[in-house]
T-cell receptor, first 113, second 114 residues
């Protein structure tokens, strides 16, 4: 069965530090890839997505992610984090022929002011 | 309008109660979803409606009963729930068809079963 792995369950950084959150998936076919963010007490919001084309995708709030097909990875990056980036981050993958999103376990990011 | 609206935001119900959760979207999306999310966990898919027909039921107990009255509305009827059913229930929608679209999520209904 397809699975999604997020390597870090908790990440603590200081403001202005650079961020990289790892995401790996197991499916070998065509996939759609997503990063969602859930701020404390709020709903899931889409940060960015990859369907096809340029493997480096830019999202909202200065986030970007790179799809590396050979590594089955879709890591999330931000060059300089802010306190307001404190949230839970979820990677999700969908087979191109399927409705179902397969979710990673999530990474709780805490930014120290 | 890029919103998925869920009501109520909070719900407390007893184990013998019957209640319904409601979800509405006006983006013309033809796929709608119910998810259950426990604290600090990713969402778990419960049901998918595609073009108003139930297409996926992830082995959800029958005390949860989905309904899709039209392309904009999705309900989740609750009956005889257990305390372990307490969770955040999320509705989402996407354009429908296969591939290439993201899901938009509502704010959720925080359900407590007492």
């Amino acid at each position: 069965a397809q699975s999604v792995s997020q390597h870090n369950h908790h990440v603590i950084l200081s403001e202005a530090a650079s961020l990289e959150l790892g995401c790996n998936y197991s499916y070998g076919g065509t996939v759609n890839l997503f990063w969602y963010v859930q701020y404390p007490g709020q709903h899931l919001q889409l940060l960015l997505k990859y369907f096809s084309g340029d493997p480096l995708v830019k999202g909202i709030k200065g986030f970007e992610a790179e799809f590396i097909k050979s590594k089955f990875s879709f890591n999330l990056r931000k060059p300089s984090v802010q306190w307001s980036d404190t949230a839970e981050y979820f990677c999700a993958v969908r087979e191109d022929s399927n409705y179902q999103l397969i979710w990673g376990a999530g990474t709780k990011l805490i930014i120290k002011p | 309008d890029t919103e998925v609206t869920q009501t109520p935001k909070h719900l407390v119900m007893g184990m013998t109660n019957k209640k319904s959760l409601k979800c509405e979207q006006h983006m013309g999306h033809r796929a709608m979803y119910w998810y259950k999310q426990k604290a600090k966990k990713p969402p778990e898919l419960m049901f998918v409606y595609s073009y108003e027909k139930l297409s996926i039921n992830e082995s959800v107990p029958s005390r949860f009963s989905p309904e899709c009255p039209n392309s904009s509305l999705l309900n989740l009827h609750l009956h005889a729930l257990q305390p372990e059913d307490s969770a955040l229930y999320l509705c989402a929608s996407s354009q429908g068809g296969t591939g290439g679209t993201e899901a938009f999520f509502g704010q959720g209904t925080r359900l407590t079963v007492v």
